[in-house]
């Protein structure tokens, strides 16, 4: 088994999709390192790409041609400053030239250097294929597969040996639920506890906590710009940002200039259920209108599904724990980070191989048992929320309507996030030891399910709500 650290799960990128828009960006920088290795790089002369299976289908409404472009210029998604995107994409579209890796001129032509094909390679529904025209006139390529929540690998795996002599280092590997309730048991120990041993192995306490404060920031700064951003989403659907009326009407006159006064004006209102429905959907919904108008947000473990752990662990700030700090947000994260990896390492993250469930079903149920940590569960309690909440995902499908990010997705985060939050409360007033499906089974039915899913409804806009639903309907 190959090692997955919560930073692999937790990946700051740019929206909407992280198979369809951070894997390609990702891939195509992985290119560029791998033509400089080979000395290649200086002698490019053209350069092309053609998107395979899902990543072709739905490419266009998941911006991966855009993706494209910005990772060959050079760009890394976690600080590119995303209002230039525009920008950059209209000197590409205008000038016919890309700047690959910012260094070298070479002549691009998006509509015929990014050729999308319908059918699918083998190895992975998500394939992609980098072509280079040398000077001498040879020719080179190279083709990687977009795995789902920002992941890209090659065919040959040439990673795959360093990761599994990492996890076999690592003092408490996990493959399966057991296995951590095992380690968890043994050494006394809570989930975050465990998962934080782990972490030390790959980088120093400062750096894991330096890491896990940037990834919050970004979602709390997803769920602040979402809130506050009114309008249209792009993409043509003409879908409604609905984050800032609902905030606006449940916020009234509470006053607040950044996200860390929301944080305590949303703390001061009244709040009875309706309202803690509305905040949590708020939350998630705004996470996801920034995520379609390709803005920063969290992989949890997908962009698609990125709403849902912001709005569960706001909800834990601003209506369960007023003294919340960031230790509670780091046993979240490392706690929620963790289960999605067993997902990873048990079924997949990967709409394009599992359905919507491999997405917002993940997401729910890693922040499920993540609140349920924070909440005083114990591990089994925690495992036992992480169940609950992907056993009522099973079977969903993935069918975005014109491919874009936006219907089902958006509201799909809010429906997550609340899921997620009634699992942990019913597996807090439950005894685990008397559960029938424990969190292995369900992930393993979850696998099962994902195979007999047909294509139609793995991220290829080819069935359900993509087909009945007209976009001139929209
Ligand atoms: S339907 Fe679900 S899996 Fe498919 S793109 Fe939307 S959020 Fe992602």
Known sequence: MESISVFDMLKIGVGPSSSHTLGPWRAALRWIGELKEKNQFEDVAEISVDLYGSLSLTGKGHATDLALMLGLTGFDPVTFPIENIEKEIAFIN?????????E??????????????RKFLEFHPNGMTF?????????????F?????????????????????????????????????????????????????????????????DGLQKIWNVMLDSMYVGAHTEGTLPGGLNVTRRAFAMNKNLIGDHKYTNAEEWIGAI??????????????????????????SLGRVVTAPTNGSAGVMPAVMMYYMVIENHDANFD???????????IGSIFKKGSTISAAMGGCQ?????????????????????????????????????????????????????????????KAINACEMALDSDPSKAKVPLDKVIATMWETAKDMTSKYKETSEGGLAVQVNISDC
């Open 358 to 418: 491999a997405e917002i079903g993940v997401s729910s149920s890693m922040a499920a048992g993540a609140l349920c940590e924070l909440m005083g569960g114990t591990p089994e309690q925690c495992l036992m929320a992480s169940e609950i909440a992907m056993e009522h995902h099973l079977g969903m499908t993935c069918d975005p309507i014109a491919g874009l990010v936006q219907i089902p997705c958006i509201e799909r985060n809010a429906m997550g996030a609340i």
């Open 94 to 102: 205008s000038e016919n030239k890309l700047k690959l890796n910012g």
């Open 104 to 117: 070298l001129e070479v002549p691009f032509f998006p509509k015929e250097n990014i050729i999308f094909n």
């Open 267 to 292: 703390r001061n209102t009244e709040v009875k259920f309706r309202q803690i429905l509305k905040w949590v959907s708020c939350f998630a919904l705004a996470v996801n209108e920034v995520n379609a």
């Open 145 to 209: 597969y977009s795995i789902g929540g920002g992941f890209t690998v090659k065919k040959e795996r040439i990673r795959k040996k360093i990761k599994l002599a990492k996890f076999a280092q690592f003092p408490f590997p996990i493959e399966k639920g057991t296995e951590l309730l095992a380690y968890c048991k043994a050494e006394g120990k809570s989930i975050s506890e465990i998962v934080f041993e782990n972490e030390k192995f790959l980088r120093s306490e400062a750096e894991i906590n």
């Open 131 to 143: 072509k280079a025209t040398l000077k001498n006139g040879s020719k080179k390529s190279s083709s």
């Open 328 to 338: 509670d947000v780091r046993k979240f994260l490392l706690t929620g980070g963790e």
